[in-house]
């Protein structure tokens, strides 16, 4: 089993930006970590991901050049770096977890946590 717990949400300025940490514990030998989030009465979305070793990762285009993901081994942490924040940013942002390899699907996501709220005000 894995446990995820996200922080670092909060409320921002259009332009600002926003570090977002999830921190696993349990079994996290070898987990590729995700980034999503879910705006009000959207569907939940892709953001980024990373592999365990922190050599490959992917952003949904919407993000590319504005977010940064990456990963703390001895820390179990992964981060989010949210630069240039718009309004279209907000949502409940939310981590997961898979075995090895990197995926865009949050359907192929084991492991969840409770969420963030990230709000950008215009």
């Known amino acids: 089993q894995v446990q995820l717990v996200e922080s670092g949400g909060g409320l921002v300025q259009a332009g600002g930006s926003l570090r977002l940490a999830c921190a696993a514990s349990g079994r996290t030998f070898r987990l590729a970590m995700g980034w999503f989030r879910q705006a009000p009465g959207k569907e939940r979305e892709f953001v980024a991901t990373i592999t365990w070793r922190g050599d490959t990762t992917s952003y949904a285009d919407s993000v590319k050049g504005r977010f940064t993901i990456s990963g703390d081994n001895n820390k179990n942490t992964v981060y989010l770096q949210m630069n240039n924040l718009k309004p279209e940013d907000t949502a409940v942002y939310y981590c997961?977890?898979?075995?090895?390899?990197?995926?865009?699907?949050?359907?192929?996501?084991?492991?969840w946590g409770q969420g963030t709220q990230v709000t950008v005000s215009s």
């Open positions: 997961a977890a898979r075995i090895d390899s990197i995926a865009s699907s949050g359907r192929s996501y084991n492991y």
